[in-house]
């Protein structure tokens, strides 16, 4: 049984840090690039970070988040991360893990919204004082 499991979500105050698990289960992790997106209300869903398989050690970041946030793969684990410094309420949103076999990580942040392979079920993040 395929699943991704984010966790991690927290109500924080703007500046602090916060770290987002993605743990996977049921397929072959290291062969597939895993990206975290976010929906904040009222907005689409877009691409926050990504990072691509074992074979292919590239990383991408929205503009938004760049210098702040860092992915990073665990595959022993099987665990994606998500460390978030300086955080913002433009942050805030659901965030999710999704994972998509054969693709690096541009692609899976810029074009790979509509064809991940597998989503997880989200993790809520508020930034408010």
């Known amino acids: 049984q395929v699943q991704l499991v984010e966790s991690g979500g927290d109500l924080v105050q703007p500046g602090e840090s916060l770290t987002l698990s993605c743990a996977a289960s049921?397929?072959?992790?290291?062969?597939?690039?895993i990206g975290w997106f976010r929906q904040a209300p009222g907005k689409e869903r877009e691409g926050v970070s990504c990072?691509?398989?074992?074979?292919?050690?590239?990383?991408y970041y929205a503009d938004s988040v760049k210098g702040r946030f860092t992915i990073s793969r665990d595959n022993a684990k099987n665990t994606v991360y998500l460390r978030m410094n300086s955080l913002k309420p433009e942050d805030t949103a659901e965030y999710y893990c999704?994972?998509?076999?054969?693709?690096?990580?541009?692609?899976?942040?810029?074009?790979?919204?509509?064809?991940?392979?597998?989503w997880g079920k989200g993790t809520l993040v508020t930034v408010s004082s």
């Open positions: 999704a994972a998509r076999r054969l693709r690096g990580a541009e692609w899976v942040c810029t074009r790979g919204i509509y064809g991940m392979d597998y």
């Open positions: 990072i691509g398989d074992s074979d292919d050690g590239s990383t």
């Open positions: 049921g397929f072959t992790f290291h062969y597939y690039a």
